[in-house]
Nanobody, 126 residues
Framework: QVQLEESGGGSVQAGGSLSLSCAASPYAYSTDCMGWFRQAPGKGRDWVAAVNSAGITSYADSVKGRFTISKDNAKNTLYLQMGSLKPEDTAMYYC????????????????????WGQGTQVTVSS
């Protein structure tokens, strides 16, 4: 059974920090690629960051230097540490796993990910 469950969202003031977690079933966690996406109201789902099976990471330019993606293999959990948050970071954040094709760190289209969590809301106020 494939399961991805996000947690850790909430409300924070601009400049603050939040840490998101994505608890994955063993099958979902064992994939070669896991990532985070976000979707603001009325907008499309945007890629935020990804990590491959070797632990190498990549980030969208909009979050580079502020967000950190990481994995805990002992807990089958994916994390997204978010700092220096801005109002434009407000969105529903989704965890995703397994890509259909291509290279993990350059795959940014939501359609290329197979498994998804339900999302966790992050709201940043100015």
């Amino acid at each position: 059974q494939v399961q991805l469950e996000e947690s850790g969202g909430g409300s924070v003031q601009a400049g603050g920090s939040l840490s998101l977690s994505c608890a994955a079933s063993p099958y979902a966690y064992s994939t070669d690629c896991m990532g985070w996406f976000r979707q603001a109201p009325g907008k499309g789902r945007d890629w935020v960051a990804a990590v491959n099976s070797a632990g190498i990471t990549s980030y969208a330019d909009s979050v580079k230097g502020r967000f950190t993606i990481s994995k805990d293999n002992a807990k089958n959990t994916l994390y997204l540490q978010m700092g220096s948050l801005k109002p434009e970071d407000t969105a529903m954040y989704y965890c995703a796993a397994r890509i259909r094709r291509g290279w993990c760190l350059s795959t940014t289209a939501p359609a290329d990910y197979v498994y998804w969590g339900q999302g966790t809301q992050v709201t940043v106020s100015s």
